[in-house]
């Protein structure tokens, strides 16, 4: 078992910054990729940005490249998300993810964290 806890949200105005983390615990979380994903108001949760296991390969949503930075600090046991350029679209409930480096599916989530951009 993993549980992930999130923290850095919050409210920023457009075109500033946030970092997330996500703190996790339980097992070995080198051995764990992990994710980000986002649910705006009124809309499906989608995909932000991931991370391999060993952190040597990293993806992101084509909406947030060259504006957010995922990475992670296995010894930490520890993620993150460097968010910036922030848009108001952007609002909304932030949640960390983790699947062992062998399951395709994301197993653990954390429990969300809201991140608010205004205008």
């Known amino acids: 078992q993993v549980q992930l806890v999130e923290s850095g949200g919050g409210l920023v105005q457009a075109g500033g910054s946030l970092r997330l983390s996500c703190a996790a615990s339980?097992?070995?979380?080198?051995?764990?990729?992990m994710g980000w994903f986002r649910q705006a108001p009124g809309k499906e949760r989608e995909f932000v940005a991931a991370?391999?296991?060993?952190?040597?390969?990293?993806y992101y949503a084509d909406s947030v490249k060259g504006r957010f930075t995922i990475s992670r600090n296995n010894a930490k046991k520890t993620g993150y998300l460097q968010m910036n350029s922030l848009k108001p679209e952007e609002t909304g409930v932030y949640y960390c993810?983790?699947?062992?480096?062998?399951?395709?599916?994301?197993?653990?989530w954390g429990q969300g964290n809201q991140v608010t951009v205004s205008s």
């Open positions: 339980g097992r070995t979380f080198s051995m764990y990729a």
């Open positions: 991370i391999s296991w060993s952190g040597s390969s990293t």
């Open positions: 993810a983790a699947r062992y480096h062998t399951v395709a599916e994301y197993e653990y």
